[in-house]
C-alpha cells in the first residue's frame, strides 16, 4: 500500500524559490517545505512525505532512518547520485535522478567545443581582434572517430550527433549491453585499446567506486597524440595531476573540462592558464527548472498511482 504525498521538502541551497515559483504553479495541492542549509533539512525531514533536492545531506535520512519513517522516494534535480551512495542510503529507499533532459544540451556542449576546435574558432577569432586577415583552415569531423565513454541517454544523445556530422562512434559502457549504432562498443576492462582508436572521447560517466579516477596516466599515455580530451561526467572520473603531466608531454590537442574534482574550481589551479584546456564551470547540463519539476511531479503522480518511479537508480551502483 503506498502512502499518500501531500508534503514534499524541497532542498537547494541556493535556488530554492524558483522551484517553489513552479511548484505553486503547477501543483497547488502539494504542501511545500523548504531548507537552503543542512541544519533545515534536519528540522523539516520527518514531516515531509518525499523530497526533492539538489545535493541533500544524505546522511541526515541514514542517520534518522532507525527512528523515523523514510520518505516514500528522493527525486534529485541532476543525474549524479554519488552523495546519497557515499552516504549509504537504505537500499530500499526508492531515489530517483533526471537524465533524459540533460542529453540535448550536453550533446551541444560537446559539439560546440569539438567544432570550435577543429574549425579553429580562437584562432579566427584572434585574428578578428588584431583586425588581421589571415585565413586558417579548419578541419572536419567527418571521417574523425569519437570515442564516448557512458551510453546512458546522455551518452547516446552525443553518439547521436556524431552520426549526424557524418563521424565513426565508439562506445564504452560500464554494463554488457549492446547499444544501436556505434561503430563498436568496448567494455569497462577495455579502456587502453578504446582511447587509442579515438580521436576525440567524450566522458559521460556516472561516479562510482569503479569509475573514481579511472582516467588514469595509464589510460592518458594510450590516447592518441594530437586528441581532444571532454569531460561532462563528474571530475573525479579523470586523475586530474596525471591529466597535467599528459599536457606537459603535449599529448593531447585540446582539453575541455566541465567538471572538477573539487568545484568551484581554485582560482590558483594550473588549469585555468593551460594555454590547451577550457575550462567552464560546470554548464554542459544546465537544470531546466520546468523540466525538472515536471519530472519530479511525473513521479509523484506515477507514486500515487503505484506505478514504478521514473529514472529509478541502483544507488550501490551508481547509476
Not at 24 to 40: G, I, K, Q, W, Y
Not at 141 to 153: D, E, F, I, N, Q
Not at 158 to 178: E, K, N, W
Not at 183 to 198: E, I, L, M, N
Request: aromatic share 6%; net charge negative; charged share 25%.
Amino acid at each position: 500500500m503506498t502512502r499518500s504525498i501531500r508534503t514534499v521538502l524541497l532542498y537547494h541551497e541556493t535556488a530554492v524559490m524558483r522551484y517553489v515559483e513552479e511548484l505553486s504553479r503547477r501543483a497547488p495541492d502539494l504542501n511545500v517545505l523548504t531548507a537552503v542549509n543542512r541544519e533545515e533539512a534536519q528540522a523539516l525531514q520527518s514531516q515531509a512525505d518525499c523530497l526533492f533536492a539538489w545535493r541533500y545531506p544524505f546522511d541526515l535520512i541514514v542517520d534518522a532512518a532507525a527512528d523515523e519513517p523514510l520518505p516514500a522516494f528522493v527525486q534529485l534535480m541532476g543525474a549524479g547520485v554519488e552523495d546519497a551512495a557515499r552516504a549509504g542510503v537504505p537500499k530500499r529507499l526508492p531515489v530517483a535522478r533526471i537524465v533524459e533532459q540533460f542529453g540535448s544540451p550536453m550533446a551541444e556542449y560537446v559539439f560546440l567545443h569539438l567544432l570550435a576546435e577543429v574549425k579553429r574558432y580562437d584562432a579566427q577569432r584572434d585574428a578578428q581582434m588584431r583586425h588581421a586577415w589571415e585565413p586558417k583552415r579548419g578541419e572536419t569531423l567527418k571521417g574523425m572517430t569519437l570515442g564516448v565513454a557512458g551510453l546512458g541517454s546522455i551518452g547516446r544523445e552525443i553518439a547521436r550527433l556524431a552520426r549526424a556530422f557524418s563521424m565513426r562512434v565508439h562506445g564504452l559502457s560500464l554494463r554488457q549491453l549492446p547499444i544501436e549504432g556505434l561503430d563498436r562498443q568496448y567494455g569497462a576492462d577495455a579502456w587502453q585499446p578504446f582511447v587509442a582508436s579515438c580521436d576525440a572521447v567524450v566522458l559521460a560517466l556516472p561516479l562510482t567506486p569503479q569509475t573514481e579516477r579511472v582516467v588514469d596516466a595509464n589510460v592518458l599515455a594510450a590516447m592518441k597524440p594530437g586528441s581532444i580530451l571532454i569531460n561532462v561526467g563528474r571530475g573525479s572520473l579523470l586523475d586530474e595531476d596525471a591529466l597535467l603531466t599528459a599536457l606537459h608531454e603535449t599529448r593531447l590537442r585540446r582539453v575541455i573540462l566541465d567538471v572538477f574534482a573539487v568545484e568551484p574550481l581554485p582560482p590558483d589551479h594550473p588549469f585555468w592558464a593551460h594555454p590547451r584546456v577550457t575550462v567552464t564551470p560546470h554548464v554542459s547540463g544546465p537544470s531546466l527548472t520546468e523540466e525538472v519539476v515536471g519530472a519530479f511531479l511525473e513521479n509523484v503522480a506515477r507514486y500515487r498511482a503505484g506505478k514504478p518511479l521514473a529514472g529509478l537508480v541502483d544507488v550501490e551502483l551508481g547509476y
